[in-house]
């Protein structure tokens, strides 16, 4: 009876471990699509925008969109975060834009009908591409504002340990998307799994311009103490939260209003 048991439970142990691996496996094979929800494509260019194109080093054309800056205004170089478009930026950035600032509302490979697979490296190179769209049209590097939301934070941080710029606005950041991803699936090797990582702790301490952090104090998604682990690693960084609102931060005006305010124009 013991030997039979003994096989029932060994048999049990092997059935969990083969699912365990099952399970890890389809997490390492699907992680892409995990990670990079791109939403369904759109054709629409909202008003006040062009569609523009740039080509990335590795050779992808990319659609995204622009508005030029009014004369003595910056502009901003905006990393969208997931489930949103280059479209949806004109509507988080509506009020600065009617205060003058440009916006380049930036689009990754592999969304929003944009050829290619997006991927940690091909998001960077996405970034570079934008940047130097943007320098090609004349724009000083001071003329520049990196803004980066929830993933978009990782293209827009390491933008900023490559290139000059007038300084780095990260909305609902992550200090890396390891920290992220294992604290949400803490039963999985996370780490050991993860192909893209997006360490944005690891380039802070190294930045050379001003930087403001804007989180929401209920966001479930990327924890605040992440954003404030990345304040911490940064001496000029400015960490503004907001009470009650969540990851979708973004999407609420008086953000504007302390990016304006942070950039040395009048909120409102």
Same mark, same amino acid.
């Given at each position: 009876?013991?030997?039979?048991?003994?096989?029932?439970?060994?048999? @049990?142990?092997?059935?969990? !471990?083969?699912?365990?691996?099952?399970?890890?496996?389809?997490?390492?094979?699907?992680?892409?699509? @995990?990670?990079?929800?791109?939403?369904?494509?759109?054709?629409? =260019?909202?008003?006040?925008?062009?569609?523009?194109?740039?080509? /990335?080093?590795?050779?992808?054309?990319?659609?995204?969109?622009?508005?030029?800056?009014?004369?003595?205004?910056?502009? !901003?170089?905006?990393?969208?975060?997931?489930?949103?478009?280059?479209?949806? /930026?004109?509507? =988080? /950035?509506?009020?600065?834009? #009617?205060?003058?600032? $440009?916006?380049?509302?930036? #689009?990754?490979?592999?969304?929003?009908?944009?050829?290619?697979?997006?991927?940690?490296?091909?998001?960077?190179?996405?970034?570079?591409?934008?940047?130097?769209?943007?320098?090609?049209?004349?724009?000083?590097?001071?003329?520049?504002?990196?803004?980066?939301?929830?993933?978009?934070?990782?293209?827009? /941080?390491?933008?900023?340990?490559?290139?000059?710029?007038?300084? @780095?606005?990260?909305?609902?950041?992550?200090?890396?998307?390891?920290?992220?991803?294992?604290?949400?699936?803490?039963? !999985?090797?996370?780490?050991?799994?993860?192909?893209?990582?997006?360490?944005?702790?690891?380039?802070?301490?190294?930045?050379?311009?001003?930087?403001?952090? @804007?989180?929401?104090?209920?966001?479930?998604?990327?924890?605040?103490?992440?954003?404030?682990?990345?304040?911490?690693?940064?001496?000029?960084?400015?960490?503004?939260?907001?009470? $009650?609102? $969540?990851?979708?931060?973004?999407?609420?005006?008086?953000?504007?209003?302390?990016?304006?305010?942070?950039?040395?124009?009048?909120?409102?």
């Amino acid at each position: 009876m013991g030997g039979r048991a003994g096989r029932v439970a060994f048999s @049990l142990i092997v059935i969990c !471990l083969l699912a365990y691996g099952a399970v890890m496996l389809l997490a390492y094979v699907m992680q892409g699509r @995990l990670i990079y929800p791109a939403p369904p494509a759109r054709s629409d =260019v909202p008003g006040g925008f062009e569609q523009v194109r740039y080509t /990335t080093a590795d050779g992808i054309d990319l659609a995204a969109g622009y508005r030029p800056a009014r004369e003595g205004m910056p502009t !901003l170089l905006f990393f969208h975060g997931n489930g949103a478009s280059w479209q949806t /930026t004109p509507l =988080v /950035t509506s009020l600065l834009s #009617e205060k003058g600032y $440009g916006v380049l509302a930036a #689009e990754y490979r592999g969304y929003n009908g944009n050829p290619g697979s997006p991927s940690e490296a091909g998001l960077y190179a996405d970034g570079q591409a934008a940047y130097d769209f943007l320098r090609a049209r004349g724009l000083a590097a001071q003329d520049i504002v990196l803004v980066g939301n929830s993933i978009g934070s990782g293209v827009a /941080t390491h933008l900023a340990s490559e290139v000059n710029a007038r300084a @780095l606005v990260l909305i609902s950041p992550f200090d890396s998307l390891e920290e992220t991803a294992s604290r949400k699936m803490r039963w !999985l090797p996370i780490r050991q799994l993860l192909r893209d990582r997006y360490d944005n702790s690891g380039k802070f301490p190294h930045l050379t311009l001003p930087i403001l952090i @804007l989180h929401g104090e209920e966001d479930t998604l990327i924890a605040l103490d992440q954003a404030q682990a990345l304040a911490e690693a940064h001496p000029d960084t400015k960490l503004v939260t907001y009470e $009650g609102w $969540g990851h979708d931060l973004v999407v609420h005006p008086p953000v504007q209003d302390e990016i304006a305010a942070f950039l040395g124009s009048p909120p409102g």
